[in-house]
Structure formats: C-alpha cells, structure tokens
C-alpha cells in the first residue's frame, strides 16, 4: 500500500494546514494556493534516501538529491552560526539568485552514531514533468547543439559576467564544472556552488572550459568563439572585463538578425483601503503602446512613500525627472548602439536626479524625519536585443518565459542587507522584527548616499517583464498566479490590457492593503539564423570597443562629464583641406579640458558606485573587489585609508558584549600595522573609523510616514573616530585601497579632540 504521507500535500495556510492531494493547486478547505516547493539536497555522501521516503515529517524524496516539502506552511530548519560560514558564497551572492539557488534550510539526520546534515536549495534549475517526476534541466553540454548563436553567445557572455563575483567568493571553479552548469531557457543557471579548492582559477582555464564546446558551435560564431578560447588561454585577454567587451561586440552583429516588437500596457489604483494613491507609473496609466512604430518604450514604477506628507508628490516627481533625463537615450537607440556601461551609468544619474529634485523639495519646505516625502523605483528599457533595469526601494520586476517566473530585483530592505552580508539566510532573516523596512528610497537623503540597482538582459526569446509596487508582489501573488495569468501573454492566448486588469483585481481582493500599480512589457522576437559567419578578428583584445563604430566610449564619457547625458561621436568629419575657425577651436580644448578634469574628479566616486551595488547580471553588479583593488592592499601601510564595500567586524573595547560592524562604504584610516613588513603570515591591522559614506537609515515599507528603524542590539555599529583591530585575511575582500584627497581625510587624527575610543560613559563630541 502507497505511503498516504508521500501523496499528500499540506495547506501553507498557517490558519488551515489542511492535506491535499499532490495533484492540488489549491487547498480543498481554503482555496489558499499550495506552492510545490521542490529542492536540491546538497550532501556529502552520493546517496541520501530512497524515492517515496519522507524525512523529518516534511521533506518527500523524489530522487536522491530532490526533495519536495510537504509542509511548506512551516518554517524550514534554519543553519546554526558555525554552518553561515560555508554557505557563505550563496548568502552573499543572492544579487544573482538568477544563476545561484538560495538556501531553503537544512535537514539534520542522525544515523546511528554519525550525524548528516543536508543543505536543501531552493529555486534550483529543477524542471517538473509530473508531481513524481522532477528532475535538473538539461547541462549546458547537452542544450549548446540545439541552442541558436545568440544564445550560445548569451550563455557565454552570463559565464562572463558571474565569473569575478564568483571568484570573489571563491567558487569560480561552478563555472567550469559541466555537471553543475543547466540551461533553462535563455538562463544559464547552478546546481550548487562548488568551491574554489586549493585555489582559484584563471582565465585560461574558462578557455580551456570553453573550447570543448566550439565543436558544436553554430558556424555563424564558430570561428569567433574559436579565437576568444585562444586569446584566454595564451593570456591575452587579461580581464573579465575586457573578456565582456569582446562578447559584446559579437552579440551587437549577431543581434541584428533578431527583430523586436514590444506592447506595453499600465495600470495603477488606489485600491480598497486607501483614500489616495500615492503610485505613480510612466507611461500613464491606461496607457497601451507599441514598438515599432513607437520608439519611446521606457517603463516606470514609483511607490510614494509619506502618506499625507506628501508620497503622492514625490513618486510623480520621480516619473517626471527620469522620463525627461532618459529622452536622449531613446534617441540614440533609434541610430545606433551605445556602450552599456554607459547606460547604466546614465540610468543610475536619472535616478539621482529624481532624488535631488525630491530632497530638494523636502528642504524647501522645511520636512524633516518623519515628514519628508520619498518615493520607491523600478524602471525598464528595452533596447534591441538587452533589457536595462534599475530600482530603489521594494517595488519590483519580474522577468517571465516560457521556462519560469524570475524575481530580478532585490528588495531594499533589511532582510535582503542581512543576507548579502551572510548574517543569515533570506527565510530566517525576514523573520526577523523590521525585516520589510526600507534602507533607501527617493527623496530621503543626498544622492551621494543612494546606490541604485542597474541590471542589463540579453534577450533572446519571448518574454514578459512585469514591473509592480508591493500592492500586487505582497504575499507572493506574483509567484502564485504567473502561471495562469501572465504566462498566456506568451502563447498569446491572453493580451496584455486584459492582464493588467485582472492582476489589479488580485492585488485589491487577495492583499487590498495598499495602491497597486502594475506595467506589463510584452517582448517578441523574430530571429533568424545569420548566413554570414562572424569576423574572427573582433575576437581579438585589440580591437577594443573605442574602435568600433558602435562604441564610442572615451568620447561618450567625456560628453556626459559635462552634460551628465550619453552622446554618440559624429560620423561627420569637416571636408578634407577645410579649417576650423580659431574662435572655435579655444571654446573647444578649453571644454575639453574641463570635462576631462571633471571625468578624472568623479571617477573614484563612480568606481565606488559600481562596487557597491549588489545585484543579478550586472554591469551593475555587486560589490565585489576586482583583482587590481586587491593587489593594491599589497601597498597598505601605516596612515593608508580604506573603503569598505561591505559591512565589516572589528574588535573593540568599547562594548565586548555586542558584535562591532563599520558600516559599508565607509573610510577608514590605518593606525598601525603588524607586522609592519608585508611578510607571509597574517596582518593585524588597527583601524580608525573616518567616514560613514552611507546611511544606516531604514524606511518600513506600508506606512504613511517614514522612521528610522531601531538599531539590531545584537550589533554594535562603529562611527566617525571609534577605533578596532581585525585581520587583514578577513576583511580584504571587502576593501579597496583608497588614497585621500581634500574630501577624503580623516579628521580623527592624533591633533584631534575627539577621542579615538570613546571610553565606557563618556559621551562623544559631534565630528
């Protein structure tokens, strides 16, 4: 007789709990939902259990390594202190949960007198093919035949970006092992992360991995992908950065063969419990627009944040100042392709511009603390063959296929921070009191403390993106009714008004606590394989991006240190043999000159930016050193100053009860140094606290006004002039070198009055 225990299926209603059959999708007493939450069991041994055998009266083995929760209504096992140090790599990688499972929790078993406990994943590339029948999706090996040269250029390009976040982490060597590597569509995702033992690879080795795959190339890109596996391995491509580049320039040839067409539709209402709405979308709402013939296809979310104060005024004022600082983007699209770092940067300044204008507006009217007016942000824009992304605070983007639902931005929150810090897996740490309140938003502090999310896509199949406030993604609405709802946009079986429309009405009779504002990005592609094979020679290090006419970066970036807006150098030359005017030529190297002295000015601040921002598929990516920021602390000595690009422990004698934290991006001054050489063993530095270039400041989510949450007792974070001692080993992954400059010094030096420890009961003076 069947196991009833491995057939049944319990309600995730904490209220209801009732048992379903595995066949439900939702419960039979409450009609609550009843999410299947399968996992991979990462175990030391090769065998955990048998199929059909339940574990701690929950988990259902579907095969060795796959498990289903039968209860998912109860909280999950969470890892003890000890064990957050080896799964460290999947906390602080969870800006790239798009490629990296996340942990679930952890199954205890005690056999006899030895103890196994097996680390269970979520959102693994698992793909379901009956209630008993789950298995990995396809290796990367075994889908690159079938696969067209834009995905296979796509896949090589995601292996590009994840390679230095991944060797930050030390776990590089998941991308070169075959078995861990699946392809679900488009995505190139990971089983499991695997370490990087006895040391990290190089370069070389990615083009060593790489060339077993150029026998089943597709001939358009064979020859291309031939020579960039000979530039890694001979060493010529340096950097990932550099390798990035080179994909780029092959995806822009092989993407003209691949047509887009967009529908994008908007909605946003008040909903049943609020008087007013304080969201705010772009375009407006009701809005239903195509592209082609329409080339204006930018999409924004905004949340207002203050209720009465104001959260209303701050979101439309947000629309208004990044749809104006985006036009010469659009523009440009239209003509041709423009260097994506670029678009992302300029992005990001929309974005602190909106947040100016919102703190200027806070000032002029005398807000403070709880009165000030701010805003949330998602945005989206589609160009050619890549989807920019870039948000602040909790509204959301999901990306949509054929294949899954992808939550592709990363809530502002408490929780989320404590996870990229690897203080404690995402399920624990939203369990935590104030987990949902925001550490940023529009409008609640200078720009210079705001670090938006900028993302970049390479698209390459049908797709939906849905941008929406926490009016509709509360309580996992999205996850719950994607599926059924937006998933036939894609069959096109639904349009995307009618969708809008029902995802509205969810949101106000499934949650109905807040406005709810939703826009749907419907994209299509028409490909065709291309009959001409790529030029090998743009796979060589030297035919860098500044060549080609599709790149112009040096000028581009020089034009947008003056005017803060993207430009394309013109292909119009003056005739041969004619003059420039002199009262031309003054003007011009006198601006040049300027713009260059301003680009040289703000580069560290915008090299700090691209390190300190966490998230999937980035140009934008996360704050992880590159090798250069860490063999320059080689140089590190007494009087040196370091940034912190996350969060970091010292040891203090001020409070021995409580953990001691410098907050990220902060500057921190080397006191002293031992040993003093740069000998073999490890360092003991002595630190001074200089600067908090960030805010610690959190804004609940779902309130009418803004507070700062309370501080975690637990910690003790550090401020200007406290002073700690650490290892160096433990913290240079989360450092950068950092030489000081009229705005860059420590004030607490020894001529200071401040004292650098402040003892037990004394009160510290203001910096």
């Not at 063969?257 to 909605?267: D, F, W, Y």
């Not at 650490?726 to 009229?742: A, E, F, V």
Request: some cysteine; hydrophobic content about 35%; aromatic content about 6%.
């Amino acid at each position: 007789m069947e196991n009833d225990a491995a057939t049944t299926l319990y309600c995730s209603n904490e209220l209801c709990l009732a048992a379903n059959p595995l066949s439900n999708n939702f419960c039979q007493k409450c009609r609550t939902p009843l999410p299947k939450r399968y996992l991979w069991a990462v175990a030391s041994g090769k065998s955990v259990g048998n199929p059909g055998e339940i574990f701690a009266d929950r988990y259902l083995a579907i095969s060795n390594s796959i498990f289903l929760d039968t209860k998912p209504g109860l909280v999950p096992q969470a890892p003890d202190v000890e064990s957050l140090q080896t799964i460290r790599a999947y906390l602080r990688l969870i800006p790239y949960r798009l490629h990296v499972p996340q942990v679930y929790g952890v199954l205890s078993l005690n056999n006899g007198k030895t103890k196994q406990e097996i680390l269970l994943l979520e959102k693994s590339p698992l793909r379901q093919d009956s209630e008993k029948e789950v298995q990995p999706c396809r290796s990367l090996f075994s889908a690159w035949s079938d696969a067209t040269s834009m995905r296979q250029l796509n896949w090589l390009w995601q292996m590009a970006e994840l390679w230095q976040p991944f060797k930050s982490e030390n776990v590089a060597y998941s991308l070169l092992d075959s078995q861990l590597l699946r392809a679900e569509g488009s995505l190139l995702r990971l089983l499991e992360l695997r370490a990087d033992e006895p040391s990290s690879p190089e370069l070389h080795q990615l083009g060593e991995f790489w060339q077993q795959l150029v026998p089943k190339t597709k001939p358009a890109i064979s020859e291309f992908v031939r020579e960039i596996c000979r530039h890694l391995v001979e060493g010529e491509i340096s950097s990932s950065d550099q390798l990035l580049a080179i994909l780029d320039k092959g995806l822009v040839e092989i993407g003209r063969s691949q047509t887009p067409t967009i529908r994008i539709a908007t909605k946003s209402d008040t909903g049943p419990s609020r008087q007013r709405n304080e969201d705010a979308c772009y375009p407006s709402s009701g809005s239903i627009i195509d592209k082609p013939p329409s080339l204006e296809a930018l999409v924004i979310v905004c949340d207002g944040i203050g209720g009465h104060e104001g959260g209303n005024i701050a979101s439309n004022l947000a629309i208004e100042t990044i749809q104006q600082q985006t036009q010469h983007l659009i523009k440009l699209f239209s003509e041709r392709c423009v260097n994506p770092s670029i678009v992302l940067t300029d992005l990001e300044q929309a974005a602190a511009d909106a947040n100016d204008k919102i703190s200027q507006r806070n000032d002029s009217e005398h807000r403070h603390g709880r009165q000030r007016m701010g805003t949330t942000l998602v945005m989206a824009l589609p160009v050619a063959h890549e989807m920019y992304t870039a948000h602040v605070g909790d509204s959301r983007a999901y990306w949509m296929t054929r294949h899954g639902c992808y939550q592709v931005t990363l809530d502002d929150d408490v929780a989320s921070r404590e996870v990229r810090l690897g203080y404690a897996t995402y399920r624990d740490a939203v369990r935590q009191g104030a987990s949902g309140s925001l550490v940023q938003a529009l409008g609640m502090s200078p720009s210079t403390s705001l670090h938006p999310t900028t993302q970049r896509f390479i698209l390459d199949e049908d797709c939906v993106f849905l941008l929406c406030s926490d009016g509709l993604s509360d309580f996992d609405r999205v996850e719950q009714h994607w599926e059924t709802e937006i998933l036939p946009i894609l069959t096109e079986k639904k349009n995307v008004t009618d969708v809008v429309d029902t995802l509205v009405e969810i949101a106000n009779h499934q949650n109905g606590h807040d406005n709810v504002t939703i826009a749907l990005l419907h994209y299509q592609v028409k490909y065709s394989e291309p009959k001409s094979n790529l030029k090998a020679d743009l796979a060589h290090p030297s035919s860098t991006p500044a060549n080609n006419s599709s790149y112009r970066t040096s000028v581009a970036t020089l034009n947008r240190s003056q005017n803060q807006k993207t430009q394309v150098l013109s292909d119009t030359l003056p005739p041969k043999g004619q003059k420039i005017p002199l009262q031309l030529v003054i003007p011009l190297v006198l601006a040049l000159g300027a713009g260059l002295l301003t680009f040289l000015i703000q580069q560290p601040r915008q090299t700090i930016s691209k390190l300190i921002q966490l998230n999937p598929f980035q140009g934008s990516r996360s704050p992880t050193v590159t090798a250069s920021s860490s063999e320059s602390l080689d140089k590190l000595n007494k009087g040196s100053y370091i940034k912190t690009n996350d969060a970091i422990s010292l040891s203090t004698t001020t409070d021995l009860t409580r953990e001691a934290i410098a907050p990220p991006y902060s500057l921190l001054q080397v006191i002293s140094i031992d040993p003093v050489d740069d000998s073999h063993s490890d360092r003991q530095l002595q630190l001074r606290v200089c600067q908090v270039l960030a805010t610690s400041t959190s804004i609940p989510k779902n309130t009418e006004t803004p507070r700062i949450a309370a501080p975690t007792p637990a910690k003790l974070s550090l401020k200007p002039g406290d002073t700690g001692s650490t290892y160096l080993s433990k913290i240079k992954d989360s450092i950068s070198l950092s030489p000081p400059n009229n705005s860059n010094k420590c004030p607490y030096n020894r001529e200071s009055s401040v004292p650098s420890t402040p003892q037990p009961g004394a009160k510290r003076d203001s910096p």
